[in-house]
Every structure is written in C-alpha cells, then in structure tokens.
C-alpha cells in the first residue's frame, strides 16, 4: 500500500518507501545489522531507539531499496536466535 503522507511534493509519496522485518529482540537487531555489514551492504541508519517504541536500523539491500530491521519495545528483552556466519565462497 503506498505512503501517502503530508508533505509539498506529493508526487514523490506514492509507492513502495521500504520494506520491513520484525525480530525478537535488540540483539537480533543488532546482529542482523552486523550480518549485512559483513555481507557488505550498506547500512542506511545505524541500530537505534526510536520515539515511537520500536529499536531498529536500516540497509540497503542490492537493488537500492531500504530494509528496516525492527523490534517493538515489547519484544527488546527477549532471547536472540542464532544468525549464520559469513559464507565462504570458493571457486
């Protein structure tokens, strides 16, 4: 569904702003973040608190669009799961 906010330039509002994920807890988030890192894609906003109760960060995934790594304040405290280690690629 398109953003549809307020803004001069309403144009610029319609379609797809980014896609989301929602984890378990900050340390999935912080993780995850780390993950793509060292994948080496580009983190768009460093992992944070944010106004609105959630604690999240943002990459850019290899297409250009931004991926918002999340987790309410409900869920900040809760056991992390296990993210893979790095592939190797040999050829």
Avoid at 8 to 32: C, P, Q, W, Y
Avoid at 35 to 48: A, F, K, M, V
Avoid at 56 to 67: C, F, T
Avoid at 68 to 75: D, G, L, V, Y
Wanted: hydrophobic letters at 30%; a positive charge; glycine letters at 8%.
């Amino acid at each position: 569904m398109p953003f549809f906010g307020c803004c001069e330039n309403k144009e610029k509002n319609i379609g797809l702003t980014h896609f989301a994920i929602s984890l378990g807890s900050k340390e999935e988030v912080d993780r995850m973040t780390e993950w793509h890192r060292r994948e080496g894609l580009i983190i768009y906003s460093e992992p944070r608190f944010t106004g609105e109760g959630f604690y999240e960060s943002a990459i850019k995934d290899p297409d250009g669009n931004i991926v918002e790594i999340t987790c309410n304040k409900r869920n900040i405290n809760q056991r992390p799961v296990k993210i893979p280690p790095k592939r190797i690629i040999r050829s």
